[in-house]
């Protein structure tokens, strides 16, 4: 009988070892179309987006904002009513909780957030994704 469980034991790990081949590994092809068909990208909020933010020091920032699907922006700024007053800035941007766009500016390192409101708009928040509150919200909306 003690000869015969190390017999059992053995016949057993050979049957579950045995007749299985080795699977080659997946081609970089392969893996790109499984995470492709996993991750389904809602790029719906992507598009160039205007209006008219507040400023302290002047009557408003007349902004347009192009979010791409590569993961880049264009933005443009213009300090109505200021001599030199316009900037364009471009860079890359990350989606945080599939509501929140960063947009960081590349020189500098600088943050700016806006949260995708609906299909049509995206409204300036702070980094937790806090929007305005009150009359002034409206203000800080960007519309397609």
């Known amino acids: 009988m003690k000869k015969l469980i190390p017999v059992l034991g053995l016949a057993l790990m050979m049957a579950a070892c045995g007749g299985k081949k080795a699977q080659p590994a997946a081609s970089a092809d392969s893996t790109k179309v499984a995470i492709n068909d996993s991750a389904v990208v809602d790029t719906s909020y992507c598009g160039t987006y205007r209006g008219t933010l507040p400023a302290a020091d002047c009557e408003g ?7 791409s699907s590569d993961s880049t ?9 200021k001599k030199d007053g316009q900037f364009v ?5 990350h989606l945080k909780d599939g509501k ?12 700016t957030y806006y949260k ?6 995206i409204i300036m928040t ?19």
């Open 61 to 67: 920032i007349k902004t347009v904002l192009t979010i």
């Open 73 to 81: 922006y264009n933005l443009s700024s213009d300090y109505i009513g």
């Open 89 to 93: 800035t471009s860079g890359v941007y």
């Open 100 to 111: 929140l766009i960063e947009l960081v500016t590349p020189s500098s390192g600088e943050k």
């Open 116 to 121: 995708v409101k609906d299909a049509k708009s």
């Open 126 to 144: 702070d980094s937790l994704g806090t929007e305005p509150e009150g009359e002034i919200a409206k203000f800080y909306v960007l519309t397609k």
